[in-house]
Nanobody, 114 residues
């Protein structure tokens, strides 16, 4: 299993970024895909998940600002982030759980600062 994130960077408050997670090594369409984030000195927290049928779930603080999606033909999951706030600053990780194993990408930095 390999998960590779891209699309991070630095933006000003109110800006937007789109993260991508390219997946390989498993049947992508069979599994929910998730995004998590970890700020310095804090635990890794759930951000969003997209299920096999396209239904989604979000942590409360990102609802109506972030949008998760998937493209099964490209084996890729996305996280569209709008109206970014300084408190969204963190390393963002792509995640898939297969049976009892959790797999993570290498993480990508998102910094929101003026």
């Amino acid at each position: 299993v390999q998960l590779v994130e891209s699309g991070g960077g630095s933006v000003q408050p109110g800006g937007s970024l789109r993260l991508s997670c390219a997946a390989s090594g498993f049947t992508f369409s069979n599994y929910p895909m998730g995004w998590y984030r970890q700020a310095p000195g804090k635990q890794r927290d759930f951000v969003a998940r997209v299920y096999r049928d396209g239904t989604t779930a979000y942590r409360d603080s990102v609802k109506n600002r972030f949008s998760i999606s998937r493209d099964n033909a490209k084996n890729t999951a996305y996280l569209e982030m709008n109206s970014l706030k300084p408190e969204d600053t963190a390393v963002y990780y792509c995640n898939v759980a297969i049976w009892s194993n959790n797999y993570w990408g290498q993480g990508i930095q998102v910094t929101v600062s003026s």
